[in-house]
Every structure is written in structure tokens, then in C-alpha cells.
């Protein structure tokens, strides 16, 4: 089994949604993936090969990430480091190739290396993409058609925070990315009918665990946009229902700032559950959660190295006033 086995959504319900661009069902999202999968290959990059990615939120990132981990191992990085820390990144992982969308960010692309390739994904009119190569690298690869991935391969590889000493590789395979997202499906009940509203970044563990794998592994539908803004959350709630979301506590304290000024959508939009991880959410905070927004908050602990979820608060059911 490999992450493409992990999508369970039916062919014709709503995957991926980003604000403002095209939908795409699952049956799209297979298919594009598929179709990227081997563009790449024809670029002659394969299993084992690292495959660096800086991108915004949206659907065309999530599903640049599907495709690189399939080909070889993902590399997501924060699209807005600076040109000196893509290209200590670079190096670290040894990446074979930069992707990035609509020529951009600039100093991810200034920092790669001579014998890096450079591809450039585009957006389609119907929403899904197409990869163009805009650089090869110092020795261009031959055109390759390897097998697909194994529970064994290396799916991803992210960076520990850096906040203590050197940030240090973290691999995870394609064992660890599966069984970490049904960890978080069984644990909260997830199903085809949840709606999850993408707040956490997705060069992040939390992001793309917590909220991409496990949405798209329980068949759901993931409401992805660009990033997390405050201002535009509750018209998101509004416009999309989702039935649940997953935050840090920084952005859990913003939205219910926030949620006094928008109390009919508040009303007219219950959540099943909120979630709470990566860093404690003050117990304050918990209760004003779910007092103001009447749905019941769980907290996680979670690690990069652990591929997110290690324990969780169980979920439970808010009934009115009563938690039962």
C-alpha cells in the first residue's frame, strides 16, 4: 500500500476545494496525479530521488505533493524562507529538483544549484496541473518508468524546528504518513459527509496529516485556501460548512476573537469537533472555544518525528449545553 491507496473518496465527491479556482472530485485527483506521476518520471527523476517543493496553500500544492511523494520523496519547505535557507535545504536533503508554481517564489528558485532541475507546475482550466521543465539539471536524466512505492519507501522528508540546534532530517515513509492518518480518522469518527477547513500550513506535519491525509484517507472534502487569514475564516465557515478544523492554539485564539462579530454564522454553522495540536492550548481558551462556537474541542500531541499523531483527547459529542 502507498499514499495513492490512501485516497478512498468516491469518484464523483468533491476532493480538493480551493477559494476562487476549480474544484476537483476524487476521480480528477487520481487521475492528475497519475498523469504527473509519470511527466515526472519523464523527466527521469524516481524512487528515492528528492524532490523539493515551495508552494502557497491551495489544491496545487496538495496535489504537488501526492505526485512528488509517489515519484520519489517530497520535500516540502516553507515557501517563504529566504535564498540562503532554500539553499541550505537543498543541500541537506540533496535535493534532484525544485518544483514550484507560476515561477515563483524567486528566492527558492535563485537558489537552485546547477545540477538541480527546475519544474514548474501550471494550473489547468479545469483545475487540475500540468508540470513543465524549465531547467535540467548538470546531467540530465534519462526518462524512467520505475514501480510504485512501497509501504517501505520514503514518502517525505521534513525538518525538526530548528529551534534548539541545527533543524535535523526527519524521513518518514509511506507506512508511517498511512497509518498516522487512519490513527486520526478512527479517532474522530471521520467519514465522506466532514468537510475539513485547511488552516495549517502544507510544508507543515500538522497541515499535511492532521488535515490533508487524513480528510482525503476518510473520503472527505478538504477546503484548502491560501493560507490562514482571520478575516476571511468566518466567510469561509459561511460559504463552505465545514464540519471541522484544525488549528494551533495562536489561531484558535484569533478566530474566537473574532467570532462576537459574526454570531449568525456562528449560530448557522456548528462544528462536529475543533482540534487542537501542535503546542498546548491554554485550558481558558478550550472553554471559551466551546462555550462560543457550542462544539467540543479535543487536543492532540503530536511530533514530525512520529508523522503527527501520537495521543489525542477523545472525541466527544456536544449536545447543547451537555457534553456527552
Not at 528558485?109 to 521543465?133: P, Q, R, W, Y
Not at 477547513?197 to 500538522?206: A, E, K, S
Not at 462579530?261 to 471559551?288: C, D, G, H, M, Y
Request: with cysteine; aromatic share 6%.
Amino acid at each position: 500500500m502507498n499514499l495513492f491507496e490512501l485516497l478512498a473518496g468516491e469518484d464523483n465527491h468533491l476532493a480538493l476545494v480551493t477559494p476562487e479556482e476549480r474544484s476537483l472530485t476524487y476521480k480528477q485527483l487520481r487521475e492528475n496525479i497519475v498523469g504527473l506521476v509519470s511527466q515526472l518520471n519523464s523527466f527521469g527523476l524516481k524512487r528515492g530521488d528528492r524532490i523539493a517543493i515551495a508552494m502557497t496553500n491551495g489544491s496545487p500544492m496538495a496535489i504537488t505533493f501526492l505526485a512528488t511523494a509517489l515519484c520519489g520523496t517530497a520535500a516540502p519547505l516553507n515557501p517563504k524562507y529566504k535564498q540562503e535557507e532554500f539553499a541550505f535545504y537543498y543541500e541537506d536533503i540533496q535535493a534532484k529538483a525544485l518544483i514550484t508554481l507560476s515561477d515563483t517564489p524567486k528566492p527558492a528558485i535563485a537558489a537552485v544549484t546547477s545540477n538541480m532541475m527546475l519544474i514548474n507546475a501550471k494550473v489547468n482550466t479545469d483545475g487540475t496541473l500540468k508540470f513543465e521543465l524549465a531547467k535540467t539539471g548538470s546531467e540530465p536524466a534519462e526518462s524512467s518508468n520505475p514501480a510504485a512505492p512501497n509501504v517501505d519507501d520514503l514518502a517525505m522528508i521534513l525538518h525538526t524546528s530548528g529551534t534548539t540546534s541545527r533543524p535535523k532530517r526527519v524521513p518518514i515513509r509511506h507506512r508511517n504518513l498511512i497509518a498516522s492518518a487512519g490513527n486520526i480518522i478512527g479517532a474522530y469518527s471521520l467519514t465522506a459527509d466532514d468537510t475539513t477547513l485547511c488552516l495549517m500550513p502544507l510544508f507543515h506535519i500538522h497541515g499535511l496529516v492532521g488535515c490533508l491525509l487524513a480528510t482525503l484517507g476518510s473520503g472527505g472534502t478538504l477546503i484548502c485556501p491560501n493560507g490562514f487569514n482571520a478575516l476571511e475564516f468566518w466567510k469561509l465557515v459561511d460559504t463552505y460548512k465545514p464540519t471541522w478544523y484544525s488549528a494551533a492554539p495562536t489561531m484558535h485564539q484569533t478566530i474566537l476573537a473574532r467570532a462576537s462579530r459574526n454570531t449568525e454564522i456562528v449560530k448557522a454553522n456548528r462544528f462536529r469537533f475543533i482540534r487542537s495540536s501542535s503546542a498546548p492550548l491554554p485550558p481558558i481558551i478550550i472553554e471559551q472555544l466551546e462555550a462560543t462556537l457550542n462544539a467540543p474541542v479535543v487536543e492532540s500531541y503530536s511530533m514530525t518525528e512520529a508523522s503527527h499523531l501520537m495521543t489525542t483527547n477523545p472525541y466527544r459529542q456536544k449536545c447543547g449545553n451537555r457534553v456527552l
